[in-house]
């Protein structure tokens, strides 16, 4: 089945997975014991305030974009700009949007997101979010982590997921502090995974899984464990000379999350080097055989000093597994990556699954 990519003005969770100045602080009437959220960039009301409330278990019907919340969220009435919204046990909530068209463009959006969570506006071609499937459908969500280590523990993070349709696009928001954001990251991947597309698959929502998936991974010897993101499943730093620093992630995201071309490219983006027009261009990478599976390995560097002054770099590895892609990134300046280039492949290569 051939997957459909969108260029929209808001252009299709690039989850994430992408990291996000100041903004009008907008006010609302609404009835008092309803929660509400923010009007998205564009919002035209056309729905009525609902306040009644449904079995936490349930599966949650509107327009053409269906789901399924977890046992124990506890629904709130929906809102103005709020087709659904959930309190987490534990703490955090979740809310879905729905908006007409592309709902005031992909970039106004997020943008108003980083706003919230302090960060800097960005043009839409670095936003970075991560492309993610949607189950049982040609289409795909794009993922924003929104949670900068300069964020204050008691500050609230963002995972986001917008979906565009042909006629309307959705909005999933994770909202809580990073270390909630961090332990229910998975939770909340999880119920991504049980949303659907009407008319495009009659597929049962899949049964949710608890946490995150499982791997295990050798470090090398002097990389030191991290907390890192929420999108996580394993975090390490590595110091070089001279205060030289990288930071290695490994992040899983469901379905096949994009072509090889269209990550390298992003990673190439963020390097502020040129994308790569052929999915056969050696410069993406290679083929490597381990334990694991095969995997996709890329090496890039920027041209221009973009981190203190010194060149960047990224070392990758993408391994396609059942229903989930897991990403394995070394991040830091070019020196220093080049020289973990070899334990980086290592440390791939010790993958295991449980």
């Known amino acids: 089945m051939q997957r459909k990519y969108f260029t929209l003005p808001f252009a299709l969770l ?6 996000c100045g100041d903004e009008e602080i907008r006010t609302y009437k609404v009835a008092t014991d309803i ?63 729905k908006l007409g068209g592309d ?15 302090g960060m800097k506006p960005a043009p839409e071609n670095e936003l970075g979010g991560q492309a993610v499937a949607v189950p049982g459908s040609t289409r795909d969500m794009l993922l924003y982590n ?36 961090k332990e229910k990251g998975g939770v909340f991947m999880d119920f991504l995974r049980t949303i659907r597309v009407a008319g495009e698959n009659d597929q049962p929502a899949p049964p949710e899984a608890p946490g995150k998936p499982k791997i295990t991974v050798t470090a090398p010897e002097g990389w030191e464990k991290s907390e890192g993101s929420a999108m996580r499943v394993a975090s390490f730093a590595i110091t070089g000379e001279g205060g030289a620093t990288a930071d290695v992630s490994v992040i899983p995201l469901p379905g096949d999350s994009g072509t090889v071309q269209e990550n390298v490219n ?3 983006n963020q390097l502020q080097i040129p994308p790569l027009d052929a999915a056969d261009d050696p410069a993406l990478g290679k083929k490597v055989d381990g334990p694991s599976g095969e995997y996709f390995l890329s090496h890039m560097v920027s041209t221009d000093p973009i981190m203190d ?40 290569r010790s993958t295991t699954f449980p």
């Open 103 to 117: 709902g005031g463009g992909l970039a106004a959006n997020v943008n108003r997101w980083r706003g919230q969570v």
């Open 266 to 268: 992003r990673w190439r």
């Open 14 to 19: 690039p989850f994430v997975f992408a990291s």
């Open 309 to 348: 002054g010194k060149m960047a770099a990224i070392g990758t590895a993408i391994l396609a597994k059942p229903g989930i892609t897991w990403f394995f990134k070394i991040t830091g300046e070019a020196a220093l990556v080049e020289a973990n280039r070899g334990k980086f492949e290592e440390f791939v």
């Open 35 to 97: 929660p509400t959220e923010s009007a998205p960039v564009g919002t035209k009301v056309e729905s009525k305030v609902e306040s009644e409330k449904a079995p936490h278990d349930h599966a949650a019907h509107s327009g053409s974009a269906t789901w399924q919340a977890p046992e124990g969220w506890e629904k709130e009435g929906a809102g103005q700009f709020l087709t659904a919204g959930y309190k987490l046990p534990g703490g955090g909530r979740v809310t879905v949007s």
């Open 146 to 181: 929104l949670s900068p280590e300069s964020l204050a523990a008691d500050a609230d993070g963002i995972l986001a997921a917008v979906l565009p349709l042909d006629s309307e696009t959705w909005y999933f928001k994770f909202t809580a502090p990073p270390a909630v954001l």
